[in-house]
T-cell receptor
Framework: RKEVEQDPGPFNVPEGATVAFNCTYS??????FFWYRQDCRKEPKLLMS???SGNEDGRFTAQLNRASQYISLLIRDSKLSDSATYLC??????????FGQGTELSVKP | DTGVSQDPRHKITKRGQNVTFRCDPI?????LYWYRQTLGQGPEFLTY????????KSRLLSDRFSAERPKGSFSTLEIQRTEQGDSAMYLC?????????????????FGSGTQLSVL
């Protein structure tokens, strides 16, 4: 079983749609959680951290369920510029970060 | 440019040759990471350093791979006797504990990567 698993997609949605990505992790001792964004042929960049209480940044909402070892990212009112691959990332402590395989999103006009 | 820089951007080599990649992290960052990424997959952890100390190395990394960070600044990743399966994007990232997020998580700043093609 992979340490961090995501639905690879692709998710094809129209502009303005709401889309949700899911991620599960296997190590119950994982301590910190993040979503990174990676544009085609570019390096990954931090999108947002994920806190136990849930957190929101504009159109983006991240949720964490430690009991189920589950992380989610919700994007509301999708824009064309949101098209990218979204990577779920888990920290196992000591600085090591494990990436999921990524979920590809394509927003169409 | 004060970001993470990697050199070269592209490397084409023949199977069996040795290759070396260089990474220059953001100057005040004390942690440096190497990841490998293939098409359709997320970055796969290879190894990381805190200052000049190599703290962890992936079990997936064969003995043909070695990384160094001799003075706690730039790092090199060497692959000996390259194989076609080594073809991938090699990403370097750095972070600083002064920029911590969460309990122990850190914000990684990635370089643009070195694309290796082994023929």
């Amino acid at each position: 079983r992979k340490e961090v698993e995501q639905d690879p997609g692709p998710f094809n949605v129209p502009e303005g749609a709401t889309v949700a990505f899911n991620c599960t992790y296997s190590n119950s001792a994982s301590q910190s959680f993040f979503w990174y964004r990676q544009d085609c042929r570019k390096e990954p960049k931090l999108l947002m951290s994920v806190y136990s209480s849930g957190n929101e940044d504009g159109r983006f909402t991240a949720q964490l369920n430690r009991a189920s070892q589950y992380i989610s990212l919700l994007i509301r009112d999708s824009k064309l510029s949101d098209s990218a691959t979204y990577l779920c990332v888990v920290s196992q402590g000591g600085g090591k970060l494990i990436f999921g395989q990524g979920t590809e999103l394509s927003v169409k006009p | 440019d004060t970001g993470v820089s990697q050199d070269p951007r592209h490397k084409i080599t023949k199977r069996g040759q040795n290759v070396t990649f260089r990474c220059d992290p953001i100057s005040e960052h004390n942690r440096l990471y190497w990841y490998r990424q293939t098409l359709g997959q997320g970055p796969e952890f290879l190894t990381y350093f805190q200052n000049e100390a190599q703290l962890e190395k992936s079990r997936l990394l064969s003995d043909r791979f070695s990384a160094e960070r001799p003075k706690g600044s730039f790092s090199t990743l060497e692959i000996q006797r390259t194989e076609q399966g080594d073809s991938a994007m090699y990403l370097c990232a750095s972070s600083s504990r002064r920029d911590q997020l969460g309990t122990e998580g850190e914000k990684l700043f990635f370089g643009s990567g070195t694309q290796l093609s082994v023929l």
